[in-house]
């Protein structure tokens, strides 16, 4: 698992999101990934944080995000409407 965080924990940006997230204690919003790369980018974010939820607009979307966080965390849950 490694092997997938530690390439983007070290851009300079990544320091940068984790002390807003620290500070701000609520809703983040971050812009320019491409639909691959945001759930990879969200689990570098979410280590060492217990509670994290991701809402998107649409049950297909959700389905196919909640596919994609399986590899990072075995203990995720899709909630559907």
């Not at 790369?37 to 974010?45: R, T």
């Not at 994290?52 to 607009?57: D, K, N, Q």
């Not at 049950?59 to 990072?72: G, H, L, P, S, T």
């Amino acid at each position: 698992m490694k092997a997938f965080l530690e390439p983007f924990q070290q851009l300079g940006v990544y320091e940068e999101i984790q002390s807003r997230l620290k500070k701000n204690r609520g809703v983040l919003m971050l812009t320019g990934c491409v639909d691959s790369q945001k759930v990879h980018a969200a689990s570098c974010l979410w280590q060492g944080y217990p509670c994290r939820m991701i809402l998107t607009y649409s049950e297909q979307k959700a389905r196919e995000i909640y596919e994609d966080c399986r590899f990072f965390d075995r203990e995720a849950v899709l909630y559907q409407a």
